[in-house]
């Protein structure tokens, strides 16, 4: 190998290199902006044991400004509330409660929304 292949191999690695520290920064970034919370089944300590099943949204790494939950595109009441309401703020580590219909399926789809923003969507039977 001559000197100019050298270097064109040279020039040729640190561009792959620099383009794979750039998709990775990418990539943390947008990891980063993502919004992530838990939700689980069940009901809020305080209630009774024969309580309605609900959906617990909790631990949010950013604040849910207009959180909604919807049960195969009906909108949730939030459980607790008076008077009754379907949307509320939720900040970073806290949590809402939300009531489920009595006949539920766990076929039925639950999407959780930001305002007209979607954050999640998933099947009832998967949570």
């Known amino acids: 190998m001559n000197l100019i292949e050298i270097a064109t191999l040279v020039a040729a690695v640190g561009s792959v ?26 009901t809020n300590p305080p209630e009774p044991p024969n309580a309605k099943l ?23 009441n939030i459980a607790q509330s ?7 703020y939720i900040h970073v ?5 939300y009531r489920l219909p009595e ?9 959780v929304k930001d305002g007209k923003t979607t954050l999640l969507k998933i099947k009832l039977g998967k949570i």
Do not use: W
């Open 54 to 76: 609900g959906l617990v949204i909790s631990h949010p790494t950013k604040p849910i400004d207009e959180c909604r939950v919807f049960y195969n595109k009906t909108a949730l």
């Open 17 to 42: 290199i620099a383009a794979v520290t750039g998709i990775i920064a990418l990539y943390k970034t947008s990891r980063e902006e993502k919004n992530h919370f838990e939700l689980l089944r069940g």
């Open 82 to 88: 008076n008077p009754i309401r379907q949307h509320t």
């Open 103 to 111: 006949n539920v399926d766990d076929n039925g789809k639950i999407t």
């Open 93 to 97: 580590g806290g949590m809402a409660v």
